[in-house]
């Protein structure tokens, strides 16, 4: 942390500055410039985050040389993998994709869809079993059934399942059936479930808040992270902008600069982020090319019949039609798909 004193600070007020921060236990170190002085402060920073230095006369600003998210920090760490199920996501080379209807809706459906998806190139199965709907008389997941049929459908075809979890009363039945939980949107700054889902074995994915900036949603990774839960993969899925053509904005920025600042895996979720099917694809493949470890494409069978984002999902043929396309953007930047 840096002291930057106002250009009249007088002696008297640099002293009581310098032995303030003395008595919090740390060093202060001076330089001394044309117009004004500069206090360099030596050692654990997070004494001093809740001070009120600022406050003290002659001080005009108060510069972190360090990050406050610690343990996401890249400066923590080399860029990370996290293993759902016995995938690796994040691994600089390989990008996995992760499809699946959004709502689990029965035993056929789920087992249908896995198949489809795993045969076009998915190595991750979704699939949502309790959902955060807009409205209360909307469908609202299979909850434990839905957590079972999921269960069957890895068994039967070997992909790994995500699922959300809404609620921290539910993490002791999701654990039971899921291999990664899926903290939605809605949820990012959801702070007890953050720290619930950061004291499970299973990895997180977290998705970004539609009103959360880049740094919210580091800091809401960090929750999870302080609890000991190392496995988080962060998920750009389209902010709320003033554009209402697009059921989001896909701010694909997000992703060079979250792994700029951070070591997580991070991945798209195209889909919610567009919300029109006819242009997921396009933007699938941009996310890719922007640097995607993954990306989370939902697919249904009978898109028409879905009892949730329908209009959205890919349909069988255009999913199977996107993946060779994917492949030869990820060539392209020299990664494999
Ligand atoms: C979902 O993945 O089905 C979902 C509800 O996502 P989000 O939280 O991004 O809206
Ligand atoms: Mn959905």
Not at 110 to 115: D, G, N, Q, R, T
Request: a positive charge.
């Amino acid at each position: 942390m840096i002291i930057i004193t106002q250009p009249n600070a007088t002696e008297e007020q640099i002293n009581r500055i310098v032995t303030r921060v003395r008595e919090f236990g740390l060093d202060a170190q001076i330089s001394r410039g044309a117009s004004r002085v500069i206090i360099g402060v030596i050692g654990p920073e997070a004494l001093l985050r809740e001070k009120p230095l600022a406050a003290m006369p002659g001080v005009e600003a108060i510069v972190p040389v360090l990050k406050p998210y610690k343990l996401a920090s890249r400066e923590s760490r080399e860029a990370s993998s996290v293993a759902i199920g016995g995938i690796q996501v994040g691994t600089n080379e390989d990008v996995i994709l992760i499809s699946g209807p959004c709502s689990v809706e029965s035993r056929e459906q789920i087992f249908s869809i896995a198949k489809i998806v795993k045969k076009s190139g998915a190595k991750i199965l979704r699939g949502g079993a309790f959902k955060p709907r807009t409205s209360p008389y909307s469908f609202q997941g299979l909850r434990e059934d839905g957590l079972r049929f999921l269960a069957e459908a890895r068994a039967e075809t070997g992909l790994p399942v995500i699922t959300e979890i809404m609620d921290p009363r539910d993490l002791s039945v999701i654990e039971k059936y899921a291999d990664c939980l899926q903290v939605g949107t809605r949820n990012m700054q959801n702070f007890s479930l953050l720290k619930e889902v950061g004291r499970s074995r299973l990895p997180v994915l977290l998705k970004r808040g539609f009103s959360a900036t880049i740094n919210d949603l580091i800091m809401s990774a960090e929750y999870i992270l302080s609890e000991g839960n190392m496995n988080v993969v962060l998920c750009e899925r389209g902010i709320r902008t003033f554009e209402t053509a697009t059921r989001y904005t896909l701010d694909l920025s997000a992703v060079p600069l979250l792994k700029s600042k951070t070591h997580l895996p991070v991945i798209v979720d195209p889909t919610h982020a567009i919300g029109l099917r006819k242009f997921v694809p396009q933007m699938s493949l941009a996310a890719l090319a922007a640097g995607a470890d993954a990306l989370m494409i939902e697919v249904h069978d009978s898109p028409e019949l879905a009892k949730s984002d329908g209009d959205q999902a890919l349909t069988p043929e255009i999913f199977a039609d996107l993946v060779p396309r994917l492949r030869a953007v990820a060539a392209a930047i020299g990664r494999k798909l």
